[in-house]
């Protein structure tokens, strides 16, 4: 048996200029372009949806590591005698002031420091000192850091 021979394409009378589109490729086209724009507008929402996710991580790791932090230093109350309230005050000054006050202000609760003072010093502490530290007790003013964490106040 004889082998099939290529047929040669022959092109008669084209010419330079393209044929016009049929009206279904024109409309290909165009859905092409509108999804092509739809694409676009997708791709900036994830961008920004992947953005804010990346956000929300950077703030639960940092809340996370607060509360870790909290979860040690509520360790440290109450505090029972002289020393370990100026190492505490010692402690303030050099940690995280925030921690402090956000931990000794859960402690007092509503109520203040007239109620709830036990949950951060014990009433025998409490006993030896005073704010101004006149009729021979000590001074809580001279323990500035833990007199202002005490207050509520971050900044110091």
């Known amino acids: 048996m004889d082998t099939p ?4 394409q022959v092109n008669y009378g084209a010419t330079a200029e393209k044929s016009p ?3 279904n490729c024109q409309s290909m086209e165009e859905l092409k372009d509108f999804f092509k724009s739809e694409m676009a507008v997708l791709s900036g929402q994830f961008k920004l949806v992947l953005e804010e996710q990346a956000q929300q991580k950077i703030q639960i790791a940092q809340l996370l590591r607060e509360r870790s932090e909290a979860e040690g230093l509520s360790s440290l109350f109450p505090v029972t005698d002289k020393d370990e309230l100026i190492c505490l005050d010692h402690q303030i000054e050099l940690g995280n002031r925030n921690c402090f006050v956000k931990i000794m202000t859960e402690l007092l609760g509503s109520s203040g420091p007239k109620a709830n ?6 009433d025998e ?3 030896q000192y005073n704010v101004d530290g ?3 007790k000590a001074s809580l003013k001279s323990l500035s850091f833990f007199y202002k964490a005490l207050l509520g106040k971050t900044t110091m």
Do not use: E, P
């Open 21 to 23: 589109k049929c009206s």
């Open 117 to 122: 003072l036990k949950y951060i010093i014990t």
């Open 125 to 127: 502490l409490a006993m």
């Open 5 to 8: 021979r290529k047929i040669r």
């Open 134 to 136: 006149i009729l021979g």
